[in-house]
């Protein structure tokens, strides 16, 4: 099982950003996957989340409205398109799954500066 995410890097406040994180070694249309993220000094937290066939997300109340998460089973890659950005949303964003045991990508490293 590989989970690999790229897309991350230094934007400025207000820009965009879209993560991407291609999977493999599993079904992937079988399981939802998450994004998470992690900032200095906090815990880690839940993002967003998309059912297996892409039909329910849910997010954390301080990305709706300026994240969306969406995946590509052919492509086995679930994506998280990220406006609006805020100094805030800096963290290392990780993909998540589940099958008997977490899994998680290496991270990409999200930076909102000015």
């Known amino acids: 099982v590989q989970l690999v995410e790229s897309g991350g890097g230094l934007v400025q406040p207000g820009g965009s950003l879209r993560l991407s994180c291609a999977a493999s070694?599993?079904?992937?249309?079988?399981?939802?996957m998450s994004w998470y993220r992690q900032a200095p000094g906090k815990e880690r937290e839940l993002v967003a989340r998309?059912?297996?066939?892409?039909?329910?997300?849910n997010y954390a109340d301080s990305v709706k409205g300026r994240f969306t998460i969406s995946r590509d089973n052919a492509k086995k890659t679930v994506y998280l398109q990220m406006a609006s950005l805020k100094p805030e949303d800096t963290a290392v964003y990780y993909c998540?799954?589940?099958?008997?045991?977490?899994?998680w990508g290496q991270g990409t490293q999200v930076t909102v500066s000015s």
């Open positions: 070694g599993f079904t992937f249309s079988s399981y939802a």
């Open positions: 998309i059912t297996s066939a892409g039909d329910s997300t």
């Open positions: 998540y799954f589940n099958w008997w045991q977490d899994y």
